[in-house]
């Protein structure tokens, strides 16, 4: 079956813009969880939304947010874009909350200049 | 914090056996290890996790010392292919109230032909 993808692959933002990335899971899988990876912190969890609602948020300003649709699907966005936010932002699917197999997409490359 | 302690980096020839430590000598009772690797400009790759048993797939095993204290991951004849960064994460089965995962800085392997 098809895995984790994540559109778009690559994007260029300015400072002040926002951002909307977007995640469908596995069919079938009904947890996804957002994380952050960079080269100096690594790869830092941002949430994880489960049945439609955010179950679990990781350390980041609230500028940071997301949605899960009834499909699963879901959407991270990023508002008032900083030079610090450029990042590879990962999206992971799982059965279930919590489940610690998770299938990751690709990523979305965002650049902020 | 990862719970977890690696090496950042090892080599390893090709076609023979790679063997990845890791020290979680904190981890408690009810507290897994999982492994997931990383291939340059990928996301992160589920591989394999254990209790206390030794468990094994299709791509590689995981031996567990008996105080739980430390573990290895073996890929058994190891390509070019398995160069990457490997995690090893301790968590529970269900992450709790926490259902991230935690990464740490993790091993990059380098297989050498």
């Known amino acids: 079956k098809a895995g984790v993808t994540q559109t778009p692959r690559y994007l260029i933002k300015t400072r002040g813009q926002q951002v909307t990335l977007s995640c469908s899971p596995i069919?079938?899988?009904?947890?996804v969880s957002w994380y952050q990876q960079t080269p100096g912190q690594g790869l830092q969890f941002l949430f994880e939304?489960?049945?439609?609602?955010?179950?679990n948020k990781g350390n980041f300003p609230g500028r940071f947010s997301g949605r899960q649709f009834s499909n699963s699907r879901s959407e991270m966005n990023v508002s008032t874009l900083e030079l610090g936010d450029s990042a590879l932002y990962l999206c992971?699917?799982?059965?279930?909350?919590?489940?610690?197999?998770?299938?990751f997409g690709p990523g979305t490359r965002l650049t902020v200049l | 914090d990862a719970k977890t302690t690696q090496p950042p980096s090892m080599d390893c020839a090709e076609g023979r056996a790679a063997n990845l430590p890791c020290n979680h000598s904190?981890?408690?009772?009810?507290?897994?290890v999982y492994w997931y690797r990383q291939i340059h400009s990928q996301g992160p790759q589920y591989i394999i996790h254990?209790?206390?048993n030794n468990e094994t797939n299709e791509m590689a095993s995981l031996i567990i010392t008996e105080d739980r204290k430390s573990s290895t991951l073996i890929l058994p004849h190891a390509t070019l292919r398995d160069t990457a960064v490997y995690y090893c994460?301790?968590?529970?089965?269900?992450?709790?109230?926490?259902?991230?995962?935690?990464f740490g800085k993790g091993t990059k392997l380098s297989v050498k032909p």
């Open positions: 069919s079938g899988h009904r947890s």
């Open positions: 939304y489960f049945s439609e609602t955010q179950r």
């Open positions: 994460i301790v968590r529970d089965l269900w992450g709790g109230s926490q259902g991230n995962l935690i």
């Open positions: 254990g209790l206390k």
């Open positions: 904190t981890i408690s009772g009810n507290e897994y």
């Open positions: 992971a699917s799982s059965l279930l909350q919590g489940d610690g197999e998770q299938f």
